[in-house]
């Protein structure tokens, strides 16, 4: 077993003059250990494994092996004070300061000292990208890749709108100036860089949104910290708007798993990929990373990656088809881009062509995009369509939320969508369940009440 602090000194780290220098070994994991110099050093041969010591018969010319020893010693309590002194401090690495602050004569009287100046070096790298970078590197191994790609793409904002403005942004620039010219360089000016067409400028409002959020949340994380002073941010007001997308009901999921896919056969996996998710209902980096263990007596069992919540959901026939059969247990390897590409072309295919009408707000300004309804499907489709069907099927909510994630009921019902004459149809079977599609016999009812509350007053 390896001690935490040890001297060693390797017979393959030898010097040109025949001496090693004996080091003094930390080990704070089994992978984080450091090696301290004592400043001591000797012909290896003189070193004594077993005790962990310098010989006595070391030679006259190398130093008295029996002060040497001591000075040694001296220099091991040196290391084991600043690492217990260390450990009751949780903003401070181990590994870090003992590197800076260990040397043989070191007074650990000045630890404390040491210890703040350390901490005021740390502090003064105050550059807002610096700190960004600080923050998503503290979330990697708490949130998941998507949410990474979320705190990415508001830093490269941040920093496109600081090379636009030609002045650098620091944490005093946060003021209400600051937000204002930041979200009319969002909704007016911000070019997209990855967008293979025409040049675009401007976000949707929900980005903009979403940006916003992500930025106060990190500026808030700084200040908990005590990294950077309070700020003001109730300014900072989040942005959002209705995203308008489309979902497939039943029929036109049924005319896409129908629809004949010899003459186009490198189209069938995506065409089923869909039809798979909008039997599931998970997300696409869900359904698309699903394991051959995942799936047994035709129930999915799986753990969501955005939710890291536990879902259990029963396969319909065609879904445990697909799976089983046509994937042979193993979902094909498709990206999402590539996905959301092909499968524009198997709905095209499928005959849904109809034109839908959508619009965004782009500042005071409505956007309006028209395009054949196959234009419009993502694999974010999928799971919309899951969660409508089942909702206008009369599938309880509860029992939907649990699959989609969702936590409260505004954040679901503004997910679903029903058309105006979808949401006609479910009224009217819902008076049909209840008998009320008619007023007289209502009225009747209540008269009949009335009378005989009436009779009962007057006969007391």
Not at 181 to 186: G, L
Request: net charge positive; hydrophobic share 35%.
């Amino acid at each position: 077993m390896l001690l935490p602090i040890k001297p060693v000194c390797k017979k393959a780290l030898k010097r040109k003059d025949g001496t090693s220098i004996i080091f003094i070994q930390y080990c704070h994991s089994l992978e984080k250990r450091t090696l301290l110099n004592s400043g001591i050093s000797i012909p290896p041969e003189y070193w004594n494994f077993k005790k962990l010591c310098i010989a006595s018969n070391l030679p006259e010319p190398y130093g008295n092996a029996e002060s040497l020893n001591d000075q040694l010693l001296k220099s091991i309590r040196i290391v084991e004070d600043i690492v217990k002194f260390t450990r009751k401090k949780d903003d401070i690495d181990v590994l870090a300061f003992l590197k800076t602050t260990f040397s043989p004569g070191f007074d650990v009287a000045t630890l404390e000292e040491k210890a703040q100046e350390e901490q005021a070096a740390i502090t003064v790298n105050l550059d807002v990208f610096s700190q960004i970078e600080e923050y998503i590197k503290s979330k990697k191994k708490k949130v998941s890749p998507k949410m990474i790609n979320v705190y990415n793409n508001m830093r490269d904002t941040l920093k496109s709108f600081e090379e636009y403005r030609k002045k650098p942004i620091t944490f005093e620039s946060f003021d209400i100036n600051f937000y204002e010219d930041f979200v009319e360089y969002m909704t007016y000016e911000h070019v997209h860089r990855r967008r293979k067409r025409e040049l675009v400028k401007g976000f949707k409002i929900s980005t903009i949104g979403k940006t916003i959020k992500q930025l106060r949340i990190f500026l808030n994380n700084r200040i908990r910290r005590k990294i950077v002073p309070p700020i003001n941010l109730e300014d900072f007001k989040g942005m959002d708007e209705e995203s308008d997308a489309i979902y497939l009901n039943w029929d036109e999921i049924c005319r896409v798993y129908q629809t004949d896919l010899s003459k186009y056969p490198n189209l069938e996996k995506y065409r089923d990929l869909f039809i798979f998710g909008c039997l599931t209902g998970l997300r696409y980096s869900d359904f698309s990373t699903i394991e051959p263990e995942d799936v047994r007596n035709k129930m999915l069992y799986k753990k969501q990656e955005k939710s890291d919540h536990r879902v259990v959901i029963p396969l319909r026939d065609e879904a445990n088809f697909i799976f089983i059969r046509k994937f042979q247990r193993k979902i094909p390897k498709i990206t999402n881009p590539d996905f959301n590409y092909y499968i524009k072309e198997v709905v095209k295919i499928s005959g849904i062509t109809e034109l839908i009408k959508f619009s965004h707000k782009q500042g005071n300004k409505d956007i309006v995009e028209v395009r054949p309804k196959y234009a419009w499907v993502t694999s974010h489709t999928c799971r919309r369509s899951f969660c409508t069907n089942e909702f206008l099927a009369g599938t309880p909510v509860e029992l939907i939320m649990k699959i989609s994630g969702h936590r409260n009921l505004r954040d679901f019902y503004r997910y679903i969508r029903i058309t105006p004459e979808e949401a006609g149809l479910k009224i009217k079977e819902l008076w049909e369940q209840r008998g009320d599609m008619g007023i007289v016999n209502r009225h009747q009812i209540q008269q009949v009440a009335i009378t005989h509350e009436s009779n009962s007053y007057v006969m007391q």
